[in-house]
Nanobody, 123 residues
Framework: QVQLVESGGGLVQAGGSLTLSCAAS????????MGWFRQAPGKEREFVAAITWSSSAKYYASSMKGRFTISRDNAKNTVNLQMNSLKPEDTAVYYCAAGSSWRAINAYEYDYWGQGTQVTVSS
């Protein structure tokens, strides 16, 4: 069992940066691949990025590649999402998730979810 809590969301101007954090509890955190998703009002939950349990590989949605960076620290049970060059269309609730399948881009492939953190990008 893994419990996930996101933080770091907020209001930022277009072109700005934010770093989201996800704190995990549970002894098995380091055995899970981790992902970030986002969901804008009226839209489906969208894959953002994923990282293997060992940080050996990272995977990004094409629209985020080059702007977002995912990282994790298994000693601290955290996974971060550094977001640069933010755009108004990045406005959404951002969720972290834990799962067993690598390169999983569908929400149903993840087993555990946080409650989400709101990111709002103003133009």
């Amino acid at each position: 069992q893994v419990q996930l809590v996101e933080s770091g969301g907020g209001l930022v101007q277009a072109g700005g940066s934010l770093t989201l954090s996800c704190a995990a509890s549970g002894r098995t955190f380091s055995s899970y691949h981790m992902g970030w998703f986002r969901q804008a009002p009226g839209k489906e939950r969208e894959f953002v990025a994923a990282i293997t349990w060992s940080s050996s590989a990272k995977y990004y949605a094409s629209s985020m590649k080059g702007r977002f960076t995912i990282s994790r620290d298994n000693a601290k049970n955290t996974v971060n999402l550094q977001m640069n060059s933010l755009k108004p269309e990045d406005t959404a609730v951002y969720y972290c998730a834990a799962g067993s399948s690598w390169r999983a881009i569908n929400a149903y492939e993840y087993d555990y979810w946080g409650q989400g953190t709101q990111v709002t990008v103003s133009s």
